[in-house]
């Protein structure tokens, strides 16, 4: 089994700071997801990272692949209420295995107005 | 499209009983995948299927778990009897190629309480 390890498992920040939240992996992805998921409803997919060092950005959101594709970040800046949720990353297996996305277990994340 | 649909939203049992998910996919997606979502675990493949077909049910946790997916627009969860420990989030979701960087569409989830 692939596991992804994200932290910090929980941030709780004032509107208009920067943050970083981070998935951590010993294992290689074929490309790796992010979501967002609020409260009552499934997550959201925002990126697809594929390419070792890739940088996606999506309006104040910067998401980046390792060069090893074991890991990745998301950086936001300036952030809003509107950012608050849980954030999940998830990984395709690069082995050719059966099995889905492999999620780890989020970062809940807290815009304080 | 309406995006993944589940039913129902919310279902309290007790102890004991059978309890089916329902969800219809996305038309058109080639896969569907089970999730089950908790505080503790985060979110658990249970099983996941491609072009209607059962390909891995390896996170199913047990004989009491079961899953069908008689067309492409249709799948069920069942659970036979119902535990305390089956109380969860359970999320489907549908694809297209996601081998391929296709991303995953969920529906907003049946959440479950057994009593």
């Known amino acids: 089994t692939q596991l992804l390890e994200q932290s910090p498992q929980f941030l709780s920040i004032q509107e208009g700071e920067n943050l970083t939240v981070y998935c951590n992996s010993s294992?290689?992805?074929?490309?790796l997801q992010w979501y967002r998921q609020e409260p009552g409803e499934g997550p959201v997919l925002l990126v697809t990272v594929v390419t070792g060092g890739e940088v996606k950005k999506l309006k104040r959101l910067t998401f980046q692949f390792g060069d090893a594709r074991k890991d990745s970040s998301l950086h936001i800046t300036a952030a809003q209420p509107g950012d608050t949720g849980l954030y999940l990353c998830?990984?395709?297996?690069?082995?050719?295995?059966?099995?889905?996305?492999?999620f780890g277990k989020g970062t809940h994340l807290i815009i304080q107005p | 499209d309406a995006g993944v649909i589940q039913s129902p939203r919310h279902e309290v049992t007790e102890m004991g009983q059978e309890v089916t998910l329902r969800c219809k996919p996305i038309s058109g997606h080639n896969s569907l995948f089970w999730y089950r979502q908790t505080m503790m675990r985060g979110l658990e493949l249970l099983i996941y299927f491609n072009n209607n077909v059962p390909i891995d049910d390896s996170g199913m946790p047990e004989d009491r778990f079961s899953a069908k997916m008689p067309n492409a627009s249709f799948s069920t969860l069942k659970i036979q009897p119902s535990e305390p420990r089956d109380s969860a989030v359970y999320f489907c979701a549908s694809s297209l190629e996601f081998r391929q960087g296709g991303g995953y569409t969920f529906g907003s989830g049946t959440r479950l309480t057994v009593v």
């Open positions: 294992s290689v992805f074929s490309s």
């Open positions: 998830a990984g395709v297996n690069s082995g050719g295995g059966a099995d889905g996305l492999t």
